[in-house]
């Protein structure tokens, strides 16, 4: 079985693909198009998000029996169209889930003890004790969108928290000993802390908007470690003005590129492209943590989520 490596990934993937009789190639540089021109030639690819895996594209795969994705979110592949051809999809969401849960925990804290602001303020020689007083965790109702292996990777770490966590997800009853299953009006209802953990779907794709932002009972802190285009940005920003919001904690934004690794579809600096006025109010904002799409970015989870593909290729084609 010949597969063909689309991104680098940690190397035991292919060492490990190697030893057990797979043929594996490697093209990271290559354009869409030429990849396109060549995938008939294998019966699998890996790819974590270098570009989209559209019909046409999947057209041209003619013998492909496997797409990897090391990652969680399948949202770049026309999944619908790969399953009627047959094409196993194989993600691993296992690999990385820890990292997101640690860093939403992470962010949650940093936002509650305004460790950023600080930080900032004593490297330009200001000691502001009483406007740095922070908040506590314990008593608070966090509410988690979404209830899979992320969401429930981060209730795992809010167990040594004397806080209620709440789930809410299409699915029925996913809640367990961590988290209790509610309706999303009792999550809006009783939120302190919004934290979401949800797929990039029709049904979540600016989910967080101003109306949706309104229904919360009492003003809240918002962690994305998802996907940016889950939250409207203005209309986020309208909210931290107002209050409504009192701080977030985003790992993605909603002007990422699909491949996730840039942030403007052009160089804002290079190019003169403007920036979103909602994007400058963020990284002047002091209650608003931004990182790059890292949550699930660890030397531990390169390693898992490779090792992830390999034992589910194995399991299915070995």
């Known amino acids: 079985m010949k597969i063909l490596h689309l991104d680098e990934n940690h190397p035991l993937l292919i060492e490990q693909l190697n030893a057990i009789g797979f043929n594996n190639a490697e093209d990271y540089n290559s354009s869409k198009e030429d990849i396109q021109k060549i995938i008939h030639e294998y019966d699998g690819f890996i790819i974590r998000s270098r570009f989209k895996i559209d019909k046409q594209f999947l057209d041209s795969a003619k013998n492909l029996k496997f797409i990897g994705r090391v990652g969680a979110g399948l949202e770049n592949i026309d999944c619908e169209y790969a399953e009627s051809k047959g094409i196993k999809l194989i993600a691993a969401p296992e690999g990385n889930r820890n990292a997101v849960g640690e860093h939403s925990l992470a962010m949650l804290l940093s936002l509650f003890n305004k460790l950023n602001k600080a930080d900032h303020e004593v490297r330009h ?22 209830y899979g292996n992320m969401g429930k990777a981060f209730s795992k770490k809010l167990r040594g928290f004397d806080v209620e966590v709440l789930c809410y997800d299409l699915k029925d009853h996913i809640g367990d000993e961590n988290a209790r299953q509610v309706s999303l009006q009792e999550l809006q209802e009783k939120g302190d802390v919004l934290s979401l953990h949800t797929p990039e779907t029709a049904l979540t794709v600016n989910m ?19 996907r940016g285009k889950s939250v409207v940005t203005k209309d986020l920003v309208s909210a931290l003005e107002s209050g409504k919001i009192l701080g977030a904690g985003l790992d993605v934004l909603e002007y990422e590129k699909g ?28 209650n608003v943590i931004l990182t790059p799409h890292v949550a699930g970015w660890t030397v531990e989870s390169k390693e898992k989520l490779a090792q992830t593909i390999v034992d589910k290729i194995k399991a299915e084609f070995w």
Do not use: C, H
């Open 125 to 146: 020689g200001k000691w502001k004790r009483e406007e740095n007083r922070g908040l506590e965790l314990d008593g608070k109702t966090v509410g988690l969108i979404g």
């Open 208 to 226: 967080v908007d101003s109306k949706f932002i309104d229904g919360f009972k009492k003003s809240f802190w918002l962690i994305n470690t998802a």
């Open 259 to 286: 491949s996730f690794e840039n942030l403007f579809k052009r160089s804002v600096t290079s190019s003169g492209v403007e920036m979103p006025e909602a994007f400058r109010y963020l990284i002047s904002a002091e």
